[in-house]
């Protein structure tokens, strides 16, 4: 909206017209659907009626910012009138959000990133099914992690790490998107805790890897087991490998079911040394799952149906002719943007020629 703030405010020093309402409505549509459309047509970029909206709405909001100066530059006095059309717009989109994030709150479950934005167009394309789909509807697990979105985490995270190197990090921390940067204060290395799950990484930048001898293995697994069951950050009975003479791993221990329908844990962690033995990389990939509840879900037919409606993602967009081969329906899990762990049901097959895989999700949950 602000990028397209300044057509709406230009307008008017252009030409005398541009200081009307209608013709300003009016620029500023065409030029946003030119826009979009010229997106359409050479494919760069997606035509989005949100998008023509936002940046049309912008034009409008530059607009009435500058009528109101120069209403008060002309008259010399304050205008009450251009005040409330420019405080308008921003109020209202201000209520707009403020009853979106509500609406959100709550709500039992976050936003599923598998839902699509829009339906795809099936008519232009052909599917066909390979797969034997069961009619049967069954209940399913839902799970959380309790670590996603949590706020403290992060800072738990960081003063562990602290203790464990004999590093001091950055007094402030920056963020990218959800995601939390520590940087070391004496060096380059920096530890990204990925807020959304609670994962986290830890790196120097170092390209060179420490081999480690059998004495070596021990001392740190030790050492790091130690520190790891110190702050629950290791699942009992993970797995503990060392791959390439070089990277300590542990696996979390594996589930035999897909839906296990009681707690458990799943990822891995992975520790490297550089060549004079301090840790050059920390990657903590393992995310409990807490058992919530069971729910009914669609059955693989109703999925299927709902796939043949267009209700899921697909990127790059098909186009005209292209042919989908579904080879394979099973029962998968996805997060949500609350931290739920929630049933889909994953198809997968090829698009056109076997040598191109195609694969989406379908909500299972009722």
């Known amino acids: ?164 190197l004999g590093i001091e990090f950055k007094s402030f921390n920056r963020s990218e998107g959800k995601n939390k940067i520590f940087e070391d204060s004496s060096s380059d290395a920096q530890l990204t805790v990925f807020t959304d799950s609670g994962e986290w990484s830890y790196t120097t930048w170092a390209e060179e890897k420490k081999a480690l001898t059998e004495q070596e293995v021990s001392a740190r697994k030790a050492e790091l087991e130690a520190w790891l069951n110190e702050y629950n950050l290791l699942p009992e009975g993970s797995v503990f490998t060392v791959q390439n003479h070089s990277t300590l791993r542990w696996d979390a221990p594996a589930s035999e079911e897909i839906d296990p329908q009681e707690d458990f844990f799943s990822g891995s962690i992975m520790v490297e040394y550089d060549t004079d033995g301090t840790i050059s990389m920390f990657h903590y990939f393992i995310i409990p799952n807490e058992h919530i509840k069971n729910v009914e879900i669609i059955s693989e037919e109703a999925a299927y149906a709902e796939l043949m409606d267009g209700n899921f993602e697909q990127y790059p967009p098909f186009e005209k002719g292209d042919k989908i081969v579904i080879q394979d329906c099973v029962l998968s899990y996805t997060y949500d943007t609350k931290g739920f762990f929630r049933p889909a049901y994953h198809f997968s097959g090829y698009i056109n020629e076997a040598d191109y895989s195609w694969q989406t999700n379908i909500n299972a949950m009722k």
């Open 1 to 164: 909206m602000l990028m397209f703030a300044p057509l709406g405010f230009l307008l008017p020093f252009l030409a005398k017209r541009g200081e009307r309402f209608s013709f300003v409505c009016l620029v500023s549509f065409l030029v946003t659907f030119f826009i979009e459309v010229l997106q359409l047509v050479t494919g760069h970029g997606i035509f989005e009626l949100d998008d023509l909206l936002h940046n049309f709405t912008g034009s409008l909001f530059g607009y009435f910012v500058i009528m109101f100066f120069l209403s008060c530059f002309r008259e010399k006095k304050w205008k009450w009138k251009p005040f409330m059309k420019m405080s308008a717009l921003p109020l209202l989109y201000g209520v707009g959000i403020c009853c979106a994030i509500l609406v959100y709150l709550n709500q039992e479950y976050g936003n599923l990133p598998i839902i699509p934005a829009e339906k795809q167009n099936m008519s232009m394309i052909s599917v066909e099914n390979e797969a034997a789909l069961s009619a049967q509807a069954e209940q399913a697990g839902v799970y959380k992690n309790p670590r996603a979105n949590d706020k403290q985490y992060s800072k738990t995270i960081s003063q562990a790490f602290e203790k464990l």
